[in-house]
């Protein structure tokens, strides 16, 4: 699957998006797509802490998984902070 294959599913939203110019849509959206996200991402991070668990101490592999383990929490922590965001937009600000 290319990297942009979701971009399809989520055309007809954008033009809805454009249209109804509602920042809640876009926020609740934007959370969707955070969720959808962060799922196969836990997947690989849970399945790397297996292999390392598995493995021990003496498989030369070791570093390169933490390596990649250590990206994957960067990539993580991220979308977390993306979802906060997106709550942040959905909930109403007091008037000036």
């Known amino acids: 699957m290319g990297e ?3 971009l399809p599913r989520l055309s007809p ?3 809805e998006c454009s249209a109804m110019s509602d920042l809640n849509f876009v ?3 934007l959370r969707q797509a955070l969720h959808e996200l962060a799922q196969p991402l836990a997947i690989i991070v849970g399945t790397i802490d ?3 668990y598995e ?3 003496g498989w030369r592999q070791n ?3 933490e390596q990649v ?3 994957l929490q960067q990539i993580i922590d991220l979308v977390n902070d993306l979802r906060r965001l997106a709550v942040q ?3 109403p600000r007091p008037d000036n």
């Open 50 to 52: 297996l292999l390392l």
């Open 55 to 57: 493995a021990g101490d």
């Open 69 to 71: 383990s250590r990206c």
């Open 63 to 65: 570093r390169e998984l």
């Open 4 to 6: 942009l294959a979701y």
């Open 27 to 29: 926020s609740q959206q």
């Open 13 to 15: 939203y954008v033009s």
């Open 89 to 91: 937009l959905q909930t």
